[in-house]
């Protein structure tokens, strides 16, 4: 099947403080953008829609070709919208005829490795209309009312989603056709519109990058890794 990937970097990143949109801010010498955009291009996809903050579409466009020169061909850089969801809903409208699977990615989530992208891509080929990645929850959690423990929460039953999320192309299209609300993730809007959404292991590397520490977490790890 002809799979696309919508990498959502159109977010503002006023949590992070670094005046520029947060895509745009570097890990190390290569930005959010461009780590996330060399992950997504090592797993296997026809099309790639960036979908870039307003005023900002040629450095993606830039970021996209110096991830991967040999695959340009495969970008597609579209303007965002005021909302996540909004900046979903461009994508999805820029993409290919042919295209039957759909991953939908935060760009913030720059490090997630290739092998969580192919567990989404292998669980919707075999069927799932719809598949997040999820990891357990570790802390104790609370429910708490005015400032007072109101109860404990059984963390088994709960999980943490991340990106990139894969549905089926005429499932997702439809979800975002009669939404009539904003959802915290695609997964829910897709959940709300009926459908079943499968589960596979995330990973601690799809971290999302928010605040500063976030970001020096993420700068850490490159380090690590030699990059
Ligand atoms: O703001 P938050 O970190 O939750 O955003 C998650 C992802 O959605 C980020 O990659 C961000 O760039 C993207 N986003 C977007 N358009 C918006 C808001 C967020 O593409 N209006």
């Known amino acids: 099947p ?23 801010v570097g890990i190390g010498a290569r930005s959010i953008l461009h780590r996330a955009l060399g992950n997504v291009f090592a ?10 903050p307003a005023g900002h579409e040629g450095e993606a466009l830039t970021e996209a070709r110096d991830a991967a020169p040999d695959r340009a061909d495969l970008v597609t850089v ?17 993409l290919w005829g042919d295209v039957e699977i759909v991953l939908v990615h935060d760009a913030a989530r720059a490090l997630t490795p290739a092998d969580v992208f192919e567990r989404i891509v292998a669980a919707v080929a075999a069927g799932s209309a719809a598949v997040v ?23 088994d039953e709960l999980a943490a989603a991340q990106t990139p999320q894969g549905f089926r192309r005429d499932v997702l299209e439809t979800a975002y056709r009669v939404a009539d609300d904003e959802y ?44």
């Not at 002809?2 to 949590?15: H, N, Q, W």
């Not at 459908?195 to 601690?204: A, Q």
């Open 2 to 24: 002809r799979i696309a990937i919508i990498v959502v970097a159109a977010g503002s990143g006023t949590r992070l403080g670094a005046g520029a949109p947060k895509a745009l």
């Open 43 to 52: 797993a296997p996809s026809a099309q790639v829609v960036v979908v870039a």
């Open 78 to 94: 579209v303007t965002g919208g005021a909302s996540r969801q909004a900046s979903v809903a461009a994508g999805l409208a820029a």
């Open 133 to 155: 990645p999820v990891l357990p929850v570790v802390d104790t959690l609370k429910r708490v009312s005015g400032g007072v423990v109101a109860g404990a929460v059984d963390r």
């Open 184 to 227: 915290t993730d695609d997964a829910a809007l897709v959940a709300a519109a009926g459908h079943r959404v499968d589960t596979v292991r995330g990973d601690e590397r799809a971290f999302k990058i928010t605040t500063p520490a976030d970001l020096e977490r993420a700068a850490r790890l490159v380090a690590d890794g030699g990059e």
